[in-house]
């Protein structure tokens, strides 16, 4: 971890402290949110728990814990088209501490997880200030991440990856009804990007179908910048509708776009009604190609989707019921949720390999749907 | 890139530690932001589940960030 970078989060700390105690803010909510999470579709299948703690200690500390984990079953098209189908585990954990000085939030976190083949670990820091009578709040962030890669068919295999993140967010009262925020991020990779397992395709007329694979190979840098604006707006009726948008670019040669629009609807007996919809498109890395023309066509090579010309579009519904609002014991309020996304991808030069008979480069588009299941409960103490 | 960030982020910091919350009048009085204080009007009303969504589209999309605050790495590969 860079030095200078740590001086910058320790001068962030030091100027943030300076303007003392001249206006109420408050430590984030005690609360415990328990939630079952499910992701299937295009042959993939990713469940499991996550657990969120916040519990305040003392006057100004407040201390967050979250556990992870994702199970995964995957049957992805990349797998059965160029490996073995093949099921894992991951496990994620989060400590956080909080500590609120007058007008200021600073937060620190550490986040480790863990698959049999990667590790990744962040460190993160954030000053957050309220400022002009708690109408504006401004947050800037730094994080660190240091990831380790491994190969499962290969023990000797081991790759670094570091990570840079610097954040800054600033959020604004506009109207009684109406708040808005803006948020910047600016993320650097550096080390072993691409995935080891992963191929790209080239023409290979001696073979049967018509090509051959061969391993990715990606830059060993990469730097993005992402904007976005979000907007949440009380309506005169009990309601709220929300809009946002983001436009990230990077020095890959990605560029996308996202839009998101939502309405959030009280209803009667503690019932909430939620609904969303969500755009997505992105233009290709640079070195992305479905179909390579020859063997080692070029210095880097990328054939994952992720990397391709696509658009996804998302629709939500959702509901929540508030089944403690007056206090029970030491539970002040307490929520169950059910939330279902269901996200359409459609790929403009992906091609779906499982088609046999095509000519090379010829085969359909993919695309594919998948459902997102969130069940949790949330308590508030 | 990064450089310009970090200029911005220091000068957002300087006027972090200079403006008082007192000199700048609010045009929305604290007694009437019952609105904005609705649970309903909160930016991130589910924060577990925030957290989630986020890491869907992270290892599904080429794009990544803007979410308004620094996170971790994502640990998919």
Known sequence: MPSRHFDFAILLLLLTLLPGALCATVLPEDRADVLYHRYEGGGVTIDGPSVLLRKQVGKNFSLSANYYLDMVSSASIDVVTTASPYTEERKQGSLGVTYLYGNTLMNVGYTRSDESDYAANSLNFSVSQDLFGQMTTVTLGYAVGWDEVGKSNDPEFRRDVDRQQYSLAVTQIVTRSLIMSFAFDAITDEGFLNNPYRSVRFLAADQPAGYQFEPEVYPNTRTSGAGAITARYRLPWRAALHGSYRYFSDTWGIESHTGEIGYVHPWKYGITFSTRYRHYTQDQADFYADLFPRSNAQNFMGRDKELSTFQSTTIRAGASWEFVSDGWSVIEKGSLNLFWDRIRFDYENFRDLRVTGAAPGEEPLYGFDADVVQLFVSFWF | ?77
């Open chain 2, 1 to 77: 890139m990064t450089k310009t960030l970090i200029r911005t982020a220091a000068a957002c910091a300087v006027l972090m530690a200079t403006a008082g919350c007192s000199n700048v009048e609010p045009w929305v009085k604290p007694y009437e932001r019952d609105h904005l204080a609705d649970p309903i009007m909160a930016l991130d009303m589910h924060p577990v589940a925030t957290a989630y969504e986020l890491h869907v589209w992270d290892a599904r999309e080429g794009a990544r960030g803007g979410t308004g605050g620094a996170g971790g790495g994502c640990g998919c590969n």
